[in-house]
């Protein structure tokens, strides 16, 4: 009978995080596949784990995945964690699985933290559907193309930024969703300075620019959805909007077309970058 490919989850900085279920697991398993044995170590000793690890990441990964499948085959158990959080969001992993899969090989996740669920679940943005981007791209060009890609997106997103970037992003996303879109920042998440930022996106620029201590640490970015529907705005507002956003900067545009129309200039400054995003 072959093994079972345990999918275990361990803490994103509190190690009070641990589920009962991942100690037993890797405690019981044959070997535990880390990213980084040294990092892991330290997570082992405070929980008396003395399994043996191997390390698995993106630059063994082919050999591994052979190796580790091949045990489970001959009916070994084993588990893979990664250095915090659940493997394979934004982690290794994605090809152990899928070829465990192939392979009818059984797997089984043992949930627990995940940095983009705790950032979600006190953003105070809607929750009901989101989508998790992972890390944007670390150029600016293709940062900026990739949130341009997002501007008329309804659902909430969630971003995970590295704590060198996070002005530069925070400025790439004013330039695609505005000053007055709102936006959650989750610093730093079960730890001691944890800090959860909750605003619009110019207040949030403002307070991280002004504090060098927001410029630190690990970095969830939640991102309210385009709020505008089309049946929010009429017609002839639209009509209005589309012949000054081809005359003037979409900021003015907006403006004159919310005097002229009576709509909201929010409102009308989302439509315009949702017709931006359409072919003409
Ligand atoms: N697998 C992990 C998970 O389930 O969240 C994510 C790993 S990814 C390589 C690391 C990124 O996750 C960090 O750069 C940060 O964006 C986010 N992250 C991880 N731990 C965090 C924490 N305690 N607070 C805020 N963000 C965190």
Redesign the pocket.
């Known amino acids: 009978m072959s093994g079972t490919l345990y999918i275990v ?1 361990t803490p ?2 509190n190690f009070g995080d641990i589920t009962e279920r991942a100690l037993t697991v890797l405690r019981n398993v044959a070997i535990v596949a880390v990213e980084d044995t040294r990092h892991s170590r330290i997570l082992f000793q405070q929980f008396a784990i003395d399994t043996p690890m191997l390390a698995y990441h993106d630059f063994n990964e082919d050999q591994q995945v052979e190796r580790l499948l091949a045990r489970v085959d001959s009916g070994e158990d084993i588990a893979l964690i ?10 290794p992993g994605y090809h152990l699985v899928r070829q465990a899969h192939k392979q009818g090989l059984k797997v089984v996740p043992i949930p627990g ?4 669920i ?2 979600l679940c006190c953003a105070g943005l809607a929750s009901d559907r989101f989508t998790f981007e992972g ?1 944007l791209p670390a150029r600016s060009a293709s940062r900026l193309a990739t949130l341009q890609a997002l501007q008329s997106e309804s659902r909430t997103m969630i ?4 704590p060198h970037r996070i002005m530069e992003c925070l400025i790439d996303l004013q330039k695609c969703f505005g000053d007055e879109r709102e936006i959650t920042m ?6 001691t300075f ?1 800090t959860i930022l909750f605003g619009t996106i110019l207040q949030l620029l403002e307070r991280v620019k002004s504090d060098a201590n927001q410029q630190k ?4 970015l939640v991102l309210a959805g385009c709020q505008a529907k089309r049946q929010e705005v009429d017609e002839s507002s639209i009509h209005t909007l589309k012949i000054l956003l081809n005359e003037l900067p979409l900021k003015q545009a907006c403006a004159l077309a919310a005097q002229i129309t009576g709509q909201k200039k929010n409102i009308l400054y989302a439509m315009a970058l949702e017709l931006k995003q359409q072919p003409v």
């Open positions: 989850a994103i900085g990664s250095d915090a959080g659940t493997p394979l969001v934004s982690d933290p995940s940095a983009v705790a950032a890390f971003f995970y930024e590295a989750a610093r730093e998440l079960t730890k944890e640490g690990e970095i969830v």
